[in-house]
């Protein structure tokens, strides 16, 4: 696997202070620990958008398929293929809805929430490892900084 070197300690100066600039910086960045955190996970075999439906129904419960889809912004038949490969897995089951015969509602099994835990704890202590390498000073400035890329993505 070949590395890349990042640019010797750049300053910003007062193009990557601007709106624009910032986020021209910003952007790849953020893309690139996203995809790196998503490297570490329980099941390699597990897609990113099923990672996806899993975490949701940890964090929300059991959903219809049709409101998996919605929240995930995917067309219905595309979220049914990705929540028979979950069931086929055996890390969701399906089952009628209680007031409404005709609708299915998707849920987590134990291996199902195993793997998100597994996961997140992966996650978690790969970012940590990573975090434990900076200064104080690099952890308070990513600190002050979740909070403002929290407020930017519930925008």
Do not use: F, N
Not at 5 to 15: E, F, S, Y
Not at 118 to 133: F, I, Q
Request: net charge positive; aromatic share 2%.
């Amino acid at each position: 696997m070949e590395t890349v070197v990042p640019r010797p300690g750049r300053q910003p100066g007062k193009q990557q202070c601007r709106p624009a600039g910032l986020a021209a910086e910003l952007r790849p960045a953020l893309m690139r620990t996203v995809r790196r955190i998503r490297a570490e996970k329980a099941d390699a075999d597990l897609t990113e958008s099923q990672y996806s439906v899993l975490a949701l129904l940890d964090r929300e419960g059991p959903q219809s398929p049709r409101a998996l889809a919605a929240y995930e912004r995917v067309q219905p038949p595309s979220m049914t293929r990705t929540v028979a490969a979950l069931a086929d897995l055996g890390l969701v089951t399906r089952s009628e809805h209680p007031a409404d015969g005709r609708q299915v509602v998707v849920a987590l099994t134990a291996a199902g929430t195993a793997t998100i835990r597994e996961t997140r704890r992966r996650r978690d202590a790969w970012l940590a490892r990573r975090l434990a390498e900076l200064t104080p000073a690099e952890r308070e400035t990513l600190a002050a900084a979740s909070e403002i890329l929290r407020r930017i993505a519930a925008s």
